[in-house]
């Protein structure tokens, strides 16, 4: 049991992962700080994350995001450990819905808790049609935003009422897994009305049926993007909440959008603006929002809600927060507090307040490399100086497998490979701007006209 581990209470539960991503892990290690037991992974690959960990049991599913297919693999995991209660979470939204299908209509093993919301409240929260008009109807910061449907032919004249380019992604991402076709992307920057065009249809004809969101495109790069997480108890009063800023996402077609590094902070006005969305939607559990400042006018905008633990769920727990324990908390020792911090009432209700630490999957040197904003730079300087920076694929003592430290060491190289590959942030980097600056300086002292004056006119 780590050193630093907090007491199960008397608490014997077996936590039960669906997915194989770093967010999986993640929720593992959680769950091995706080109390020191292990977790079982399910998902349908053993990659080198949750295959060679030391705190992780791997099931594996043909297909975790079929309730069919998931449905007897969790049945089979519940008589393998007839004594212990099971904490069942899912790492992404498809396996969050996936679980929630099995809970309702196929029936799970009575001693299965699965913390999350009703099949309705998650498509009215998670479908970005329905999220959309649900921060219009509260007057909650969103971007403009048009809904494409794609059971329909895509018209001609589809009238765009803001500036190209724009942002076009799926409504539902389950769907959208389901299909490929040329260049598809988890999200895709347009520049024209025309390109619009094209890609619609070419959605359409790879056979996509649900909508598309198409967005005002905030200006800025990823230093201007914001992480909420916020715990929601059964009358879905917000307990805990953990701010972020962004330094840097991930820019592989696969991935992009995935975190890669972020500073806690703290934002009660966001906060604020969360817990109106929850309460209108009856949330319980965690509700994960992407956000991000437009310079425009000055405000925060909610991009979507994600209904789960989000796959940078990690940062929580470098801010000081382990976030499994609220789940344990509520539900297996029901011990939330009825008054002061965390009890969700009053001033101090919210538990929200955290140090600046950073938490990266990245080399330091890439987010070095990419923090150009002078406010985030100032930030990085004071966690970099102070040593505070978490990565949850470091943990020393625990991890010690030395295949595992190999692929760690390979993963971290490639990333370099990546972003080399795929960002071209706005406005450049450090070093594309370092490297003009020193070509113009040496233009300049190579140049008769500018050369420097005599030395006696220096003088």
């Not at 760690?408 to 990546?418: G, P």
Request: charged share 25%; hydrophobic share 40%.
């Amino acid at each position: 049991m780590p050193e630093n581990a907090l007491t199960t209470q008397g608490v014997d539960l077996l936590p039960v992962v669906v997915g194989g991503d770093i967010g999986a892990y993640s929720l593992a290690r959680a769950f091995h700080e706080a109390y020191g037991i292990r977790t079982v992974v399910v998902s349908r690959l053993a990659g080198w994350v949750v295959g060679t960990s030391a705190l992780i049991d791997n099931v594996r599913c043909e297909d975790p995001f079929d309730a069919e297919k998931l449905a007897p693999v969790l049945q089979r995991i519940a008589e393998e450990h007839p004594e212990r209660p099971l904490l069942l979470l899912g790492s992404a939204d498809s396996t969050v819905k996936a679980i929630i299908e099995v809970r309702d209509r196929i029936g799970l093993d009575d001693r299965y808790l699965a913390p999350y919301v009703s099949r309705d409240t998650f498509a009215a929260a998670t479908e970005k049609q329905n999220f959309t008009r649900l921060c219009q109807d509260l007057g909650v910061d969103h971007p403009g935003t048009v809904v494409v449907d794609c059971t329909e032919e895509i018209p001609e004249d589809l009238e765009i009422p803001f500036e190209f380019p724009v942002i076009a992604k799926p409504a539902e991402v389950s769907d959208w897994k389901r299909v490929t076709f040329p260049g598809q992307s988890k999200v895709h920057t347009v520049a024209s009305r025309e390109e619009l065009g094209e890609l619609l249809r070419a959605i359409r004809g790879a056979g996509y049926r649900s909508s598309i969101i198409v967005q005002d495109r905030i200006p800025g790069d990823d230093q201007f993007m914001r992480i909420l997480t916020v715990y929601c108890d059964a009358d879905s009063r917000v307990r805990f909440a953990s701010w972020g800023r962004t330094l840097l996402e991930e820019h592989a077609p696969g991935a992009i959008g995935n975190p890669a590094a972020i500073i806690t902070g703290v934002d009660p006005e966001m906060v604020a603006q969360a817990q109106r969305l929850c309460t209108e939607l009856g949330w319980t559990g965690y509700a994960n929002f992407d956000l991000k400042y437009d310079q425009r006018d000055g405000r925060t905008k909610f991009f979507e809600l994600n209904p789960r633990l989000g796959r940078s769920n990690y940062y929580i727990t470098a801010g000081g927060h382990n976030p499994v324990t609220w789940y344990v908390d509520e539900h297996f020792r029901h011990a939330l507090p009825t008054e002061g911090p965390g009890s969700g009432v009053g001033e101090d209700g919210i538990v929200q307040d955290q140090p600046e630490v950073l938490y990266t999957v990245v080399p330091t040197a890439l987010v070095r490399r990419y923090t150009t904003q002078p406010e985030a730079r100032a930030q990085l300087r004071r966690v970099l100086k102070a040593g505070r920076v978490r990565n949850p694929l470091r943990y020393p003592g625990v991890e010690t497998d030395a295949k595992r430290r190999g692929y760690a060491l390979a993963a971290a190289a490639n990333f370099v490979l990546k972003f080399q590959r795929h960002y071209r942030p706005e406005g450049g980097d450090r070093l594309s701007r370092l490297v003009p600056r020193r070509a113009a300086s040496a233009r300049a002292e190579a140049s008769p006209g500018s050369a420097a004056p005599p030395a006696q006119d220096r003088a």
